[in-house]
C-alpha cells in the first residue's frame, strides 16, 4: 500500500480497503524506521493521527473531501503551520511556532490531508544538497536501494559503505527523502533555483515547480520573493497534477497571484499522440560539465519525441549564461532584505547580550545564521548599497529581463515546451559534495534549473531511468507561463513511455535494522 | 566637542532667541524692515526674506533660508495599509498587530484600496499629477519599532508628483493683510508608519507598542521654496485644512497624524545653498514656526562666528525653545532600497484608459475621484467672501479656527439678520471671548442658536448694541438662559416710548446747566456727554440716534 501512487491509494480509501487511519499508521511507522534519512525535522504524529481520525469519519460518512482526504503529506519545514514548530533548519527559528498555516498548507488540511511532519532542508532554502541545514544533511533513500547496492557490489572500488551514502540534493531534500522513502505520498518543497526540481532528479521523483503567481506563497518563509514558488514533489505526474489542483488559485494575501480563471481542477488528459507538439532543446544547457549519462539520456529523450512524430527543434537561449551571476545577485539582495527581519525581537533566537539593541541584533543574528546565510546577507547589502545598485542590482535585473525573454521568443518560435537535463549528473556521495562550499555547489547544480525562476515559467522534472550507478537520472520539461497544464500533459506522456522503475527500499529495512540498532521491522510491502 | 547645546549656552546664544524670533519675516519691527516690503504683494515661490546678521559688523551681510518640509500624514482609514489591523488613536499597546505587522515570517502585504483612493485625493487636492503607474520600495534600516528591518515606501515612483500649494500669509499693519503665496509640492508617497518605541532609561529597557506599525501615510514632500517658520506654518495650516476637509486625515497635530520635518539651510543671495540640517520632532505649527526660525538664525550665527554646518538630524526642544543635535547615527544612513517583490506595481485607471467591463472593485479610477472631491479650503473662502461679503483675511480666520466656520454657518442659518453683522460678531465678540479663556470653539458656553436669537433680537431693534454686548456677557455664564429670557429679566429692551424718553431728556438737560450752557456757547460735542447721560440713565437701552434727535430739538426750540 505504501508503495502505490496518491491516485491509487485515494482509490483504496475510498474503496475502504484501508482506512486513514491505518494509512497514516503505517507512514508513521516508516517514518520511525527510516529516521537515520533525516527527512524529518518535526514529526507530527499527534496533529496526522486526529486529521486522520476525522477523514475516517468523514469516509464513514460518505463526506470524502475528495482526492487528498486521507493521504498524508509532508510539508517543508519553510512553510509556517499553526501550532507546529516552523525552523527553516536555523538556529534562528528553533523553537518558533507560527500562529498560521501559509496558504497551500491551509489548502492541503481543508481537502483533509494528513501532515505527517515538516522536512528537513538547507538553513533557509540555501543550498542545492539538504546539506547545510542545522539540523544536519538528508541521506539520499537511494543510498539504501537495492538498485544502487546491487551496482556498489560489482565496483571493486567501493570501500566504506556506511559513510558513503548520497546527498538528496536540495534544498528541499528532506521533501524528496520523504516521499521516495514512501513515509507519505506527496510533500510541498519550495523551488527559487531549483529546489524542488534538483532533489527531485536525484531521488527518483516528479519534481513541479508552478508557473510564478499560480500557487500563494503566503505563509512560505521567503528566500527571493520574486522566485519563490511551492514546489510539488509526487511519485508520478498525475499525482502532482492532484496537488496542483488543490493548490492553484488566486489568494487575497499574495497579491502576486493571478486572478486569470485557470482550467481546474487539473485533469490531465492522456496523449495518445505527440506529432502536434513541437520540443525545444536549448543548445545552451549542452555544457562541458554534463556527464555522458544525463547526455545520452536527453538525446534519447529527444529521439522519443521526433520518433513518435513530434517536432524536434534545437533553440537559443542566449543569456543562459548568464543566469548564474545575475541570480546571484538578486538572490543575495533579497536575502539580504528578506532576513532583516530576524533580529531576536518579536520571535525567534535571541542572544543573551543585552548592553545595548545593536549590539543584540548583531550578536542574536551572528548566533542564528549559519555561515551561508550571513555570507548572502553580506552579499546582498554589498549589492544594495546606493554607490553599488545601479552597477549590480538595476544591471542584474535588466539581465533577468533578457532571460525572460529567450524563453518568450523560444516559445514564440512554436516550441510548446523545452527538453533540458535537471542536474548535471546523478546524486553524489555526501563525502563528495561537500568537499566544494555551498556557493560553488548552488552556481554548478541550479545552472538547468535557476534561469526559468527568473523567467517565472512552470517545469517539472519527470525522472527518466536509472545511471550505471544505478541512480535516478531526471529531465526537466519547461512549458509557457501559466500553461503548467500543457506542461504535465507532456511530462505524463514522457512518463509513460520511459517507465522508471520503483525503488526498491526492502535491502534498506534490512540494512535498517542495523542502523536502527536491531529495531524489530513490521513488514511492509514496498512494491507495487 | 559633543554636545553642542552646551556650547551655546556658553557663549549665551539661548538669550538671543527672543530677537531671532522678532526678526521673522513679515512681522512688524522686524529688524529687515526693506525686505519685508520687497516681500509685500507678491506671490512668487522664488522670493525669499533676507536675514541680517544680528551685529552687523563686517558690513552688509545678507542671509536667505531655505526651508522644505517632508510632511507625514496618517491617512485616516479602518484598517492599515497593507494588512487588516484597525487603526485607532490610544487603544492598549500592541493590541492592534496582525501578523504581518509584526513581521512574521511569511506574511505578505496586501494593499489597502481606501489607502490608495486617500492618496490620490490628496495629491488631486494638491494639484499634482497622478502616476498611472507606480511602485513600491524597501528601505532598510534596523529599528526596535521596525519589525520587518525595513519601511516600505514609495521612492522611485510615487504616486503623486509635481503640485503646488497656495497658501496666506499675514502681513500689513495689523497682519491683517492675507498675501496668497505657493510652495511646489515635489511628490506624495505612500507609506508604512513605524511602531513607537518607548524608552525605560530607568530600567535600561525599551518598550514596543506595534498599534501604529503598518498605518498608512502620506508622505508630502515641499520642494524648498519656503524662507521662514511663518511660511512654514501657514503652508502647513493650510494643508492641514485641506486634508481635514478631504476627511484623507484628521491631520491633528498632537496626536501624531500629522509630523513635520524640516530641511532648513542658509546662504548669501546669489551663492550656492548652505548645508542644511533636519529638524524632527515638530508637534504643533507653533513650534514648527519656532523650530524653524530658531534654527535659521541658529546657522547664521554659527557661519557668522566662522563655525560650520553640519548635515545632521536635529530635534526641538519646547522647554528650551532650542534644536538640538540627535547624534544619533553614526555617519551616514544607506538605505540600501530595493522594490518591494511582494507587490506589483500600482496601476491607476482614467476614464479614458479604464479597461471595458472592469469590475469597479478592483480598479481605481482618477476621474471618479476628481468628480468627488469635496470644496476645498480656498474655494471655501472665496465663496464666504463673495456669498457674506467679509474680507479674505476674516475669511482666513472662519477656517483656521476648528469649528468656527461650522458655527458662524449654523448662526447664519438661523438669524434674520446680515451677514456682515454675524461676521462681525463671530470673529470679534466670541472669538475675542474664547481667545481670552482659551476655549476651543466646541467648548463654547453659547450655542449658535443662542447667538442667532441675540442677533435677531438686535436685528429687529428690540435691543440696542450696548444691551446685545451684555446679553452675550450673560450667556457666556452658560446658566441655560435665552438670550429673550436674559432681555426681560434684566429689562434690556430699547425704550421705543418717545414720551418717556422725552421726559427723560428733560429731567437730565435740567440736572446739568452746565453743560447745557457749553452747547448753546457753541461747543457742539458737548452734546455727546449729554446723550451719555441720558443713555446710562435709560441703562443703555435706547437709541442713541433718537436721544440726539430729542436732545437737538430740545435745545433748539
Partial sequence: MLGRTLREVSAALKQGQITPTELCQKCLSLIKKTKFLNAYITVSEEVALKQAEESEKRYKNGQSLGDLDGIPVAVKDNFSTS????????????????????TVVQKLLDQGALLMGKTNLDEFAMGSGSTDGVFGPVKNPWSYSKQYREKRKQNPHSKNEDSDWLITGGSSGGSAAAVSAFTCYAALGSDTGGSTRNPAAHCGLVGFKPSYGLVSRHGLIPLVNSMDVPGILTRCVDDAAIVLGALAGPDPKDSTTVHDPINKPFMLPSLADVSKLCIGIPKEYLVPELSSEVRSLWSKAADLFESEGAKVLEVSLPHTSYSIVCYHVLCTSEVASNMARFDGLQYGHRCDIDVSTEAMYAATRREGFNDVVRGRILSGNFFLLKENYENYFVKAQKVRRLIANDFVNAFNSGVDVLLTPTTLSEAVPYLEFIKEDNRTRSAQDDIFTQAVNMAGLPAVSIPVALSNQGLPIGLQFIGRAFCDQQLLTVAKWFEKQVQFPVIQLQELMDDCSAVLENEKLASVSLKQ | MAAPMLRWVGRGRLWT????????????????????????????????????????????????????????????????????????????????????DASLPGTLPVLNRRCVEAAVMTGLALNCHINKKSLFDRKHYFYADLPAGYQITQQRLPIAVNGSLTYGVCAGKKQSQVIPKTVRIKQIQLEQDSGKSLHDDLRSQTLIDLNRAGVGLLEVVLEPDLSCGEEAAAAVRELQLILQALGTSQANMAEGQLRVDANISVHHPG????????????????????AIDYEIQRQIDELENGGEILNETRSFHHQLGCTMSMRDKEGKQDYRFMPEPNLPPLVLYDATSLPAGADPQQVINIDQIRETLPELPRVTRERLVQQYGMLLEHSFTLLNEVGLLEFFQNVIKETRAEPKKVTSWVLNTFLGYLKQQNLAVSESPVTPSALAELLDLLDSRTISSAAAKQVFEELWKGEGKTPGQIVSEKQLELMEDRGSLEQLCHSVMEAHPQVVMDLKEGNPRAINKLIGLVRKATQSRADPAMIKEILEKKLSS
Fill in chain 2, 271 to 290: 551663492e550656492p545653498l548652505g548645508v542644511r540640517t533636519e529638524v524632527k520632532n515638530l508637534n504643533s505649527i507653533r513650534f514648527l514656526a519656532k
Fill in chain 2, 17 to 100: 532667541f527672543a530677537r531671532v524670533d522678532g526678526g521673522s519675516c513679515h512681522r512688524r519691527g522686524a529688524p529687515t524692515g526693506s525686505t519685508s516690503n520687497r516681500i509685500r504683494g507678491q506671490s512668487s515661490v522664488a522670493q525669499q526674506p533676507l536675514y541680517t546678521t544680528q551685529k552687523p559688523r563686517k558690513g552688509e551681510h545678507k542671509w536667505a533660508a531655505v526651508v522644505g518640509l517632508e510632511i507625514h500624514a496618517q491617512i485616516s482609514s479602518n484598517s492599515k495599509l497593507f494588512s487588516g489591523s484597525q487603526v485607532r488613536f490610544s487603544a492598549p499597546p500592541n493590541s492592534l498587530v496582525s501578523f504581518f
Fill in chain 1, 83 to 102: 501550532g507546529i514548530e516552523t525552523t527553516c533548519a536555523s538556529n534562528m527559528l528553533k523553537g518558533y511556532i507560527p500562529p498560521y498555516n501559509a
